[in-house]
């Protein structure tokens, strides 16, 4: 994820199984699905940051030729730019782009990049749609509850948000 949240990133350290899933297992993963029933109305992809998938460009290619699948929906930030030909892709009619906004919760700079993907959306013909994030919050660094290595770890693994670190993308 881009939003370098200060929890989360604070406890990457003590991840005990951090994976990131490759192009290939996640075509798998879609063609197994769409093997098992007769019509998937909508197939989500989401991260961290899927955007920052190192060939996002040809997942989507692979996504698109998976049977029984409606549409595809990508969940992201917002705050990493495509490039042209991508959005390009992004603009085909089974796909549709959600973005989180987070507004004021983000450094400036991300607040830009957010206006520059909106605007690349729109020039591209991009189905879209901003979800505003009415629930983001920052639940302070780690190093705040001053604790023992082992504590951050016991912590971190009782934490209720480290679903989000599951499948994520990593450059």
Known sequence: CTL???HCIEALPYVQTRRTESIESIIHFARKVSEACEFLYR???TGGEPLLLRDFSSLIDELLLVP???FFYIYTT???IPDK???KKLAHPRLAVNISDYGENVPKKLQDNFHHFLQS???HGV???VLPNKV??????FEDLRLSESAKRESFSKCSFTNCMTISGHT
């Open 4 to 6: 370098n949240c200060a």
């Open 43 to 45: 197939f989500s992809i």
């Open 68 to 70: 029984n699948i409606g």
């Open 78 to 80: 917002g705050t990493v």
């Open 85 to 87: 030909a991508l959005c």
């Open 121 to 123: 959306m729109r020039t």
């Open 127 to 129: 189905c879209y749609s």
């Open 136 to 141: 983001w919050f920052d639940l302070g660094r």
